[in-house]
């Protein structure tokens, strides 16, 4: 019965795209000795597109012929649509966290503090999004009744404002319910939105048509106070809080804006700057809208994605503190774009075209880093139904079957990596599969290096980078080529080795933060400064330089989406009662705390970075026990690995050289083995020298070899010892007057003076013990050398 | 000067005793003459075998000539016979001179494989003869400064300058290779390089040998291959070689032509007298053999083409694609057949050896692999030269000043004073040195053979105060040895010692400092 289905859907496919299918095959061979990721991304899409229909159609046949459920069958069919064979560079997990309660007035998302809000009539409930759980319990807090534009929590969470009307804020304390409302001013100004700020003069900053007020709001004098005003008229703006940037459009088109980033260091006022859209005709004038701008934060560095839709592109702009460049564009395929930033990656969901597509935006490059695929879902129980995948009937029965309407009209994109599903109040948290996109890259080099960027499941990642350079040995690619790779690897573990004290003090920083009340000023702007050195480009205006920074920032501290305004949009309203939830909000405090300890212990791994040791037991090792044959092939990939290091001035552990001398030895390599050991490629060391002499007994230049390194590296005792063994006892004594070495037993050199059978030579040896050691001649060894001395004496002379 | 190799085991028969003679130079000696040197060494040799069956006589001091015997392989006689002029009386050391010997062998070996499988392969003996005649003319025949490194003594029988050392040679040492000094970094790219030639030959068998100048970076060789293909670069390859083959080459083009060719001319003639004489008995197999001897050692036949590999057309040129065959070597250790690639950037000679056996159909495959170098290699060289020379200090990086001094190590590497600053010494000091030296030799010999099984190498230690007042110094330590000569370091011995002790700090990290 399937069989049969999937052949006619296949024979449908052919007959009904068979023009798209040209047209892709047409490109592809086009192109075909030079293959690349994505080169005939249009027609693939369209080819896409095609079959997806006839997938439909050949649904609905499905259907009528079988008459089965609607339902079964129309969520098979959302199934088939994202599933595309089970791979995907990026899914999201089942369960997704559920934010359904009776009487919710709508859903908000407060990206400062990562909390989804949903105002009930009086109420306010909050989950947590950070770090993601489906089971988080919801918090609620009392709010006065009312219509509800948008809500915050003020960074400290101790207070909330409500953005009521296009005139009024309204403020509550959440530990005592105290209450006031700002008004604005003016009739002829009206209220866009507002955002709680760690900016050193103000702690709230409202948007309104005319300017930005930038205010402190205090609870014992229940007012606001305005401390600055920047006039500007506004049509609507962008804010987030990750990149503490607002933009404000105006203009006929609302093209020009003006950007300010309020951080804890200051108020930086950013050029106006214009954007680019291109017309249809010379009349038109396109009109851009808050949708089509997005502030992501990627690497530290702030850009704003702009559409473009007339000219179908997506325009980007890298923001610097005294210029905005713009930076290039990425293609449109649908006419609705969403984007999201995880482990900062840039996604571009193309809503219409039902997919995803993954970029990279450290280099220059604009080239996507895996094909356009959708976002995928996993982790659906199967002990529901007992059989595998058909979703359908599972989730039919645990919740309605919008959740898996992907890319449907209801999910809106949250910065920077959550979906809301409205219709089904549920949240989900967009991930990547790190080994489905490396495993689409045969470039391994810049896969290793793109893996190496990945701070989020850092020992995953870290993992996967073992394999694929294990992989990549084993298949014995050229030399270079595995040069490239370990070259990437050691400059990555380089950069993490001299971040990695600016973290320690962080971290110190951090603790103390956490500690007092989170927003003690002083510890911030100390946390700032620090974050200040550790950017790599000063001139960069940035959010937070480093990730690890960031993600205990956003644990913390509150922040707004700019996509809030299009929840806020359609909003209910709410009223607030103000009741004492003191024990409640503690404990919320509470898990903070943990959660910020826990997350450090997760992250206890903050990079991928393989350090030399990691390198030689989870590459070399491994790789040396399964090569068979000639060595010289991995000897070639660690002198490159050893060059690495050299030039990134990496210490490396004597165990890689024991390990080089013994696969070296094993195919009597002694030339190399002597050149590296003379030119100390191999870094002399003790158990380098110990591993020569173990090779000496096949090769006699190893064993000088050993000595040589030994007398160099002062280790005195093993040099004499070795030297008696060699049977050189005078030059062994003369080394031990000279280097004042005791700890040699004197009878070894007395055995071996009698093994020479010379007299003389014992009588030097005996003379020299008593001369050179205290109260020898009063030892046992002196009175039995002394008597065998006499007898070979009294011998001679017979 | 006369020398000679004879067989043994050839010639035993009464009449047949011409039959024994490999090579004689100078050919146009009667046979008479040559006979009667043969029968004498022969005679001494068996007469010393009774009494050292392993190692027979070494060298005969008559009154006028030095026989200096060398067996380099067994039964092989290599017989060199020195006069001595009163001027330089014990001047020449005897050990030198077997060196100048063995290394002749070595060469010949590398290129043509031992002699013992060449008479195998044609009884007769006229093969080898036709071979050995050209290969050691060329190796005697240098011009005067081709190699910078010694001063030659000159002969002039046959109207060349032979290269034969002297007491003004003994501060070098021959038959060692001279490594460059470089630092972990460098050596780390040199490395890296080496193992990219390696693997983009393709098969895992290759060997390379890396030089820069005149010194050696890096060998994959075995110590014995090593020396024999180092002392061939450094005479033929370097582009030190290269180009002091051209300048001497249009020297003498300009000057000295109406005087030279005429002795070339003789040097021919003789040795077509000679190959007549050994043609008169196996004319008909010598004619195809004549035209097929190589002479490696030729002078001036090696240029560096456009790719940067360096060719020669002694070995013929490809019928095919017009390209110079490129040579095959012989590994002494393993006996495998190697194609002798060379390349050349700047100061950088890069020489690799690839198993005639992995490659199928020739120069076509050989090319193959030089492109595949090219490719995965190039950029490497480039920055490997750069590095090298960088860290290079020039013809007198390894002057110490004040002192004269030969270090040999293992008796396979060697460094000395730059010949330069050894030029500066008085005769006296040279004089007083190479007959240390001859003493030194004479005790390392006694004492390998009284203690062989103790691997403990003779310590020694002299100092001797030459006429002219210089201190002339010899050390040896482990299978180390360090000559000295110090000119100009004052009356007390205990002087001398301490500059000893501090060279020996400072440049050997205290090998030679014994207290």
């Known amino acids: 019965m399937k069989e049969r289905n999937t052949t006619s859907t296949l024979k449908r496919i052919l007959v009904n795209c068979s023009s798209q299918a040209k047209e892709y095959g047409g490109c592809v061979a086009k192109k075909v000795p030079e293959v690349e990721r994505d080169m005939c991304l249009k027609e693939f899409l369209a080819l896409k597109n095609c079959m997806q229909n006839v997938c439909l159609t050949s649904v609905f046949c499905y259907i009528k012929n079988f008459s089965m459920s609607a339902n079964a069958s129309s969520s098979q069919l959302t199934v088939g649509l994202s599933g595309s064979g089970g791979l995907s560079h990026a899914y999201v997990q089942y369960p997704p966290l559920k934010c359904n309660l009776p009487g919710s007035r709508g859903l908000y998302y407060d990206d400062a503090n990562k909390l989804l809000l949903s105002p009930t009539s009086d109420q306010v409930f909050s989950w947590k999004t950070v770090p993601f759980s489906p089971h988080v319990a919801a918090t609620a807090d009392y709010i006065n009744e009312g219509p509800v534009l948008s809500i915050r929590y003020s960074l400290d969470a101790k207070s909330i404002a409500v953005h009521r009307s296009n005139q009024e804020i309204q403020f509550f304390q959440r530990e005592t ?181 993954l970029y990279d935006i450290f280099e220059d490059s604009r080239a996507p880093i895996s094909a356009p695929l959708p976002l995928l879902l996993r982790g659906l ?46 949240v989900w948290k967009i991930h990547l599969d790190l080994e489905v996109i490396s495993s689409s890259s045969s470039e391994v080099p810049s896969n290793l290096e793109f893996l190496q960027r990945r701070k989020l499941e850092a020992s995953k990642t870290k993992q996967l980078c073992l394999a694929i350079t294990r992989a990549f040995i084993l298949e014995r690619r050229p030399v270079t080529m595995v040069a490239k790779a370990i070259d990437v690897l050691v400059s990555s573990y380089s950069h993490s080795v001299k971040t990695c004290s600016n973290l320690k003090e962080t971290k110190v920083d951090e603790a103390s933060a956490s500690v007092g009340t989170n927003a003690s000023n002083s510890s911030r702007s100390a946390k700032d400064e620090s974050r200040v050195g550790v950017g790599d480009k000063s001139f960069n205006l940035s959010a937070s330089d480093s990730d690890d920074q960031s993600r205990e920032i956003d644990s913390r501290d509150l922040q707004k989406s700019g996509k809030e305004n299009l929840l806020g949009a359609e909003s209910s309203r709410g009223e607030v009662q103000s009741s004492s939830l003191h024990t409640q909000q503690l404990g919320l405090g509470n898990n903070q705390l943990n959660a910020n300890n826990s997350e450090r212990q997760d992250s206890q791994l903050t990079s991928p970075a393989i350090s030399p040791d990691e390198m030689y037991s989870c590459v070399f090792v491994p790789v040396g026990e399964e090569i068979v044959g000639d060595p010289s092939y991995l000897v070639a990939i660690i002198v490159e690995f050893l060059r690495s290091t050299n030039s990134e001035k990496i210490k490396v552990r004597p165990n890689i050289y024991v390990f080089t001398i013994q696969l070296l030895v094993r195919y009597e390599r002694f030339a190399e083995l002597s050149l590296l050991i003379i030119n100390k490629v191999l870094e002399p060391s003790k158990e380098v020298a110990m591993q020569l002499l173990e090779s000496g007994h096949q090769n006699p230049q190893m064993r000088k070899l050993a000595l040589d390194m030994l007398r160099q590296l002062s280790l005195h005792h093993d040099y004499v010892t070795l030297l008696v063994q060699d049977g050189c006892y005078l030059e062994a004594l003369r080394y031990a007057r000279k280097h004042k070495v005791t700890s040699v037993r004197p009878s070894l050199f007395l055995e071996a003076a009698l093994a020479s059978k010379d007299s003389q030579h014992l009588a030097a040896v005996l003379r020299f013990f008593s001369d050179f050691i205290a109260g020898f001649r009063n030892t ?9 001395l006499n007898e070979m004496n009294t011998g001679l002379a017979v | ?142 011009c005067g400064d081709l190699n910078l490194t010694c001063n030659f003594w000159a002969d002039f029988l046959t109207g060349r300058k032979l290269q034969l050392p002297s007491f003004h040679d003994c501060l070098m040492e021959r038959g060692t290779v001279q490594m460059l000094t470089v630092g972990r970094e460098a050596a780390i790219e040199v490395q890296s390089l080496v193992k990219v030639l390696e693997c983009s030959a393709g098969t895992t068998s290759c060997y390379s040998l890396v030089l820069f100048q005149d010194l050696l970076v890096s060998t994959t060789l075995s110590p014995d291959d090593t020396i024999s293909l180092f002392t061939y670069a450094v005479l033929r390859l370097t582009p030190h070689a290269l180009s002091s083959g051209a300048t001497s080459w249009s020297y003498l083009q300009r000057t000295n032509a109406g005087s030279q060719v005429p002795a070339l001319s003789t040097i021919t003639n003789s040795g077509s007298v000679s190959d007549n004489i050994y043609r008169s008995r196996d004319a008909s197999l010598d004619q195809e053999n004549n035209c097929q001897v190589k002479r490696p050692l030729h002078h001036n036949r090696w240029f560096r083409g456009n790719d940067g590999f360096l060719a020669s057309d002694i070995w013929g040129t490809d019928n095919g694609s017009q390209t110079s065959v490129t040579p095959i070597v012989y590994l002494q250790l393993t006996e495998e057949r190697m194609y002798l690639c060379a390349y050349q950037h700047k100061s950088l000679t890069i020489i690799l050896l690839v198993p005639v056996s992995s490659i199928l159909n020739g120069e076509q495959g050989l090319s193959l692999v030089k492109q595949q170098v090219l490719e995965n290699a190039s950029l490497k060289m480039l920055m490997v030269e750069e590095k090298l020379s960088k860290g290079w200090g020039g013809e007198n990086a390894y002057h110490v000043s004040g002192y004269r001094y030969l270090l040999v190590d293992d008796e396979r590497v060697s460094r000395a004073s730059p010949p330069a600053k050894v030029m500066t010494l008085a005769k006296e000091s040279l004089l007083a040195l190479s007959k240390l030296r001859e003493e030194v030799n004479l005790e390392k ?47 007390t011995l205990l002087y001398a010692a301490d500059s000893v002790e501090k060279f020996s700090n400072r440049y050997c990290s205290g090998v030679f400092s014994l207290d």
């Not at chain 1, 199967?382 to 995948?389: C, E, I, L």
């Not at chain 1, 046992?780 to 008597?787: I, K």
């Open chain 1, 177 to 357: 319910r105290e209450t006031f409302t700002h008004m604005c001013k003016s009739e002829s100004e009206s209220i866009l939105g507002f955002f709680w700020t760690d900016c050193p003069v103000c702690d709230l900053v409202v948007v309104k048509t005319s300017g930005l007020d930038l205010l402190t709001v205090s609870f014992t004098s229940k007012s606001v106070n305005l401390v600055e005003t920047k006039k500007l008229s506004v049509n609507w703006y962008v804010y987030t809080h990750g990149s503490r940037l607002v933009l404000l459009a105006s203009g006929m088109q609302c093209k020009t804006l003006t950007g300010f980033q309020l951080s804890s260091v200051g108020i930086v006022r950013l050029p106006r700057f214009e954007m680019v859209m291109a017309k249809s005709d010379a009349n038109s004038k396109p009109v851009l809208a808050a949708e089509d701008v997005f502030i992501i934060t990627v690497y530290g560095r702030i850009y704003c994605l702009q559409i473009d839709r007339v000219a179908m592109q997506l325009h980007s702009y890298r923001f610097y503190r005294d210029a905005v460049v713009q930076q290039g564009s990425l293609p449109m395929f649908s006419s609705k774009i969403s984007v999201s930033v995880v482990d900062n990656v840039l996604l571009v969901h193309q809503v219409d075209a039902r997919v995803s597509i």
């Open chain 1, 381 to 426: 129980p199967q002990s529901h139904t007992g059989r595998p995948v058909n979703v359908g009937e599972s989730l039919d029965r645990n919740s309605s079957n919008h959740e898996l309407m992907f890319y449907g009209d209801d999910w809106t994109f949250l910065v920077p990596d959550l979906i809301c599903d409205v219709a089904s109040k549920s």
């Open chain 1, 780 to 788: 046992p060894e002196y009175q039995d050398y002394f008597r065998i």
């Open chain 2, 1 to 142: 000067m006369q020398l000679c190799i004879f067989d043994l085991r050839r010639g035993q028969q009464e009449g047949q005793e011409l039959d024994k003679i490999l090579f004689f130079f100078p050919a146009d000696l009667p046979f008479a003459t040559q006979l009667s040197v043969i029968g004498l060494s022969e005679g001494l040799i068996t007469f010393t075998r009774i009494f050292s069956p392993d190692a027979a006589c070494e060298v005969i001091e008559a009154e006028r000539h030095s026989h200096v015997f060398y067996e380099a392989e067994s039964d092989i006689w290599m017989v060199m016979v020195v006069d001595k002029s009163k001027e330089s009386k014990a001047a020449c050391q005897v050990d030198a001179l077997r060196k100048v010997l063995k290394e002749v062998h070595s060469l010949f070996v590398l290129f043509h494989g031992t002699m013992r499988s060449m008479l195998e392969k044609e009884t007769s003996g006229g093969l080898i003869r036709s071979h050995l005649y050209p290969f050691i003319t060329d190796y005697l025949s240098g």
């Open chain 2, 445 to 491: 010999k006694r004492a390998k053979c009284s203690n062989s099984e103790v691997n403990c190498d003779k310590e020694l230690e002299i100092c001797v105060r030459a006429k002219n007042g210089a201190w002339v110094i010899a050390r040896t330590s482990r299978g180390k040895e360090l000559y000295m000569v110090l000119e100009k370091a004052s009356e």
